[in-house]
């Protein structure tokens, strides 16, 4: 959580310049909390701001601040101030949605790993382990074991005697008979 103080002993038309610096902060998606002349203002509060600036245009100084968050030019603190905050809620929710989106595809990558993606191995004599390093590796078909080296086997993370002797087992299965020396 980030918390903006703003002394009333200051220039009202300065109250700007929190709200530029809140919209810096806003990417990350903590909550923000603005404390002016002692009220704290929450994150769906900030709309209250705009009253507390002056109705009159921006000083130059603020004006160049702004025209680096904003296209087009803006007129009044008000005003200006009116979309700052629109614009910190903005990335607020695109942080929240991006957090949630995360969640979710990891959601999803484990059932199309777990599920769909593992079903190519089922009934070849390889445990749960054994498939999903061979998935995590890159390796989608049981065919392709056949035609892999030892040594690449070996190569494999996770893969380890145990696997290596299902994986053996599994290939024992394909190859042809060796003739016997009589």
Known sequence: MTTFKFDDSRDGRDLIEILIEATK???DGSPLLVQVAGRTYQQMELQKLVELLP???LLPRHESMIDGIFQKKQRGYRRTAHNLITRVNQLQAEAARR???SSVARVVKHMHHAGVESRPFMNRGLSDLTIKALLDCGIDAPERLLSM????LRKIPGVGKASLAEIDGYRARFRAPTPSLK
């Open 149 to 152: 080296s030892l040594d690449d």
């Open 55 to 57: 109705d009159e245009d």
């Open 25 to 27: 902060v806003a990417r």
């Open 99 to 101: 957090t949630s989106m």
